[in-house]
């Protein structure tokens, strides 16, 4: 069981990736506020990484925000820059 909540995870974290990283007129819309949809992903990756790898939970804890803290920081680092030309 635990080998499917490492695909779903690595999935999940790619798709993530994916959507973060595209430009935003390619990025899925959905009603819900963008707060919310940031803390379900989060959630949900952290939830299948750590029944994926149940003996590495406070590593996968801290990978998981070291991660996605770099995913959210990466393109306001890109924007502000393009913006200050």
């Given at each position: 069981?635990?080998?499917?909540?490492?695909?779903?995870?690595?999935?999940?974290?790619?798709?993530?990736?994916?959507?973060?990283?595209?430009p935003i007129?390619?990025?899925?819309?959905?009603?819900?506020?963008?707060?919310?949809?940031?803390?379900?992903?989060f959630a949900?990756?952290g939830g299948?990484?750590?029944?994926?790898?149940?003996?590495?939970?406070?590593?996968?804890?801290?990978?998981?925000?070291?991660?996605?803290?770099?995913?959210?920081?990466?393109?306001?680092?890109?924007?502000?820059?393009?913006?200050?030309?």
């Amino acid at each position: 069981m635990s080998v499917i909540f490492r695909w779903m995870a690595w999935l999940l974290l790619g798709a993530v990736a994916v959507f973060t990283l595209c430009p935003i007129a390619l990025r899925p819309l959905t009603s819900a506020p963008a707060d919310l949809e940031r803390a379900l992903a989060f959630a949900l990756i952290g939830g299948a990484f750590c029944l994926g790898y149940p003996k590495h939970r406070l590593a996968v804890v801290l990978s998981v925000i070291g991660l996605m803290g770099l995913l959210e920081a990466r393109p306001r680092s890109r924007n502000s820059s393009s913006m200050s030309r």
